[in-house]
């Protein structure tokens, strides 16, 4: 699978922007707060061990580990799979494909087209599918919570950074010139929950739903597929089915007029 490094390069851009910023006009080491960091980022993932269970936050490693995976399908290459094992089916009978599905990666290709082989009903194809992709959802989407939940909390505890920073210095009051030293502190909480809200955990639920989204866009493409050969629907029919899913920016391409002209003197 391909690698997304763009996540990267907007992170670093960002985390740029800010330093830059900071620096053009003040001191860098004057934003840098041990505990203002301690009490957004560990009180935010406290919350976090409230509110979901350990098994599901043990994931957020591998969850992050897909941010960087290219979230752009491979339709064209779906498509013309099915495609394939279509026109061997109708040329070769079903029981042909079988010897295929032992080197087919998607889990849920094979799946479908192994319960086609032994002949079940298209009905209960479609409902097993179904709770399949539903279980697929619901696993992806987990991730998802997590970050969108991490991105309400930590604006939150940097408030509670904040509150606990203005109720120390509003104690010290005897001394003026701690005054703004204080109230700068006691902002950073602030700063730092947004910070991380906004540039970091935010923008990771967004791309995982991204992910989620188009995985399943794809599932919707296999069930259609998988009914089709069952049915024993025409190749090039399956073909614009197939591409009728997609939305109107993506175009998936022959991978050649050789093999296109194969279809066409099939379908003769």
Known sequence: MKKNIVPIIGFVLGVGLIVWS????????????????IITLGGSFSALLISYPLKTLKKIPSVIKNLFMDPNKDYAKLIDLFAEYSRKARSQGILSIEGDLKEEENELVVIGL???????DPENIQEIMDIKIDNIEKRHREGQEIFFKWGELAPAFGMIGTLIGLIIMLGELDDPSAIGVGMAT?????????????????????????????????????????????????PRIIEQKLKSYLPNNEKVKEKGSAKAGQIQREEQ
């Open 22 to 37: 900071i620096t053009s006009s003040g001191n860098l080491t004057s934003f840098v707060d041990g505990p203002s960091l």
């Open 114 to 120: 192994q319960m086609v082989i032994d002949g079940m």
């Open 186 to 234: 006691a902002l950073l909480t602030t700063l730092y929950g947004s910070f991380m809200a906004n540039l970091v955990f935010l923008p990771i639920a967004t791309n995982l739903k991204l992910q989620t989204d188009k995985e399943m866009q794809m599932c919707d493409m296999i069930v259609e597929g998988v009914l089709s050969i069952q049915s024993g629907q025409n």
